[in-house]
């Protein structure tokens, strides 16, 4: 909004002067009963106006209006323009947020499209790791338990084998623990006797 | 403690000694007879190895007991033993000397273990056929085993003939047990 006082082609003194001569000359008119030629015709018809007081108050108003535009229209004026000033620069500063945050969504949005497409990959990376990882653990675990089972049966085996022996073994010994009793009891002078005879006689074939 | 290396010492000593003397047999007899002494008689036993008694001392009671029974390099050999502190060595210095004597004359020593007593008809036969077999003449000694069920066992040097019952059995547990192994 314009400043009022710049505007008007009037100067301010020349008002106050204009005004200062109104009053008192519309003052003297009044006073002096000059224009009640003027006066009564209209207040006979109707219209009770006194024209000297009129222009003194004109006068008045010539005076006052400067007066009223420097203490309350100007500072008024001037606060709207700072307010509106503001406005303009804060619907700015809005603008500017805005088509900052915008860009910034922008960014934003493409970050995250390009994260979600890193964790994509990621995730299908890590996927592909723990499949190939359970392969080979199934693999190894397979390999190991095969491992296990030949050994089992390797041990077992080997188990059976020696329990077979030591049957077969504890057979001959007890066969043969039963054979020295019999011949221990059926053992007699006479055929110790030839059983030394015999061996005499076949270490002289023996030499 | 008897040390086999100190007796074989004083064995070779006494033994060269004695054959330059040519008292090989009448030593052998004497060492013989101590040492059974000293195996058989526990309170001769006890005073030989007694810490308590000085080796004067016990050279003069083995003076009493043996210089008029022994030849005098027997007496001679005694009294170093105990001279020296070597009591224990008695018996191994028997033992070694036996066997000095045996591989001087080239004899072949055999023990002979069967399970009753041998009769001498058999024995005589046995050292024959060992003389014969080992080409020496032959010098056995012979002990009972009841273990042996029957039949007779003799060792000579590194040999041992078996011809005992118990001596058949195991050689048969051992053929048994080895072909045993040889199915599994």
């Known amino acids: 909004m314009s400043n009022p006082e710049q505007k008007s082609s009037v100067p301010t003194p020349v008002k106050f002067v204009l005004g200062l001569a109104m009053m008192a000359g519309g003052t003297y008119l009044s006073v002096s009963g000059t224009l009640d030629s003027i006066n009564k015709p ?66 934003y949005e493409q970050r995250l499209a390009e994260k979600e497409a890193e964790a994509r990959n990621q995730i299908q990376t890590a996927i592909k790791e723990a499949q190939q990882l359970r392969q080979s653990l199934m693999a190894e675990a397979t390999e190991r338990a095969d491992a296990m089972v030949r050994q089992a049966e390797i041990e077992i085996a080997a188990d059976r084998t020696q329990a077979l022996t030591e049957i077969r073994a504890s057979v001959v010994n007890l066969s043969l623990a039963a054979a020295e009793k019999v011949v221990g009891e059926t053992m007699t002078s006479d055929r110790n006797r030839k059983l030394v005879a015999t061996f005499i006689d076949e270490l002289e074939v023996a030499k | 403690m008897a040390d086999n290396r100190v007796a074989k010492r004083y064995a070779q000593a006494l033994f060269r000694t004695a054959k330059d003397a040519d008292v090989i047999k009448a030593v052998e007899d004497d060492l013989n007879g101590i040492a059974n002494l000293v195996q058989n008689d526990e309170s001769f036993q006890e005073f030989l190895m007694s810490p308590h008694v000085s080796a004067d001392e016990k050279i003069a009671i083995a003076d009493k007991l043996f210089s008029d029974r022994i030849t005098a390099l027997s007496m001679r050999a005694v009294r170093l033993l105990l001279e020296k502190g070597r009591e224990a060595e008695f018996v191994n210095l028997r033992d070694g000397f036996i066997a000095l004597r045996r591989e001087s004359e080239g004899v072949v020593y055999a023990e002979v273990v069967t399970a009753e007593v041998l009769e001498n008809d058999q024995r005589q036969k046995l050292e024959m056929q060992l003389a014969k077999k080992t080409a020496c003449s032959v010098e056995a000694t012979y002990s009972v085993d009841p273990h042996l069920i029957g039949g007779i066992r003799v060792t000579y040097g590194a040999n041992v003939l078996d011809g005992s019952v118990t001596g058949r059995f195991r050689t048969l547990r051992e053929v048994l047990l080895h072909d045993v192994l040889k199915q599994v």
């Open chain 1, 42 to 107: 209209l207040a006979e018809k109707g219209i009770p106006i006194d024209l000297g007081i009129t222009v003194a108050v004109i006068g008045v108003f010539l005076i006052l209006f400067p007066v009223i535009q420097s203490f309350y229209l100007n500072p008024l004026q001037q606060a709207i323009d700072e307010r509106n000033n503001d406005l303009e620069s804060t619907f700015a500063e809005v603008e500017e947020l805005r088509t900052s945050m915008t860009k910034m969504r922008a960014e």
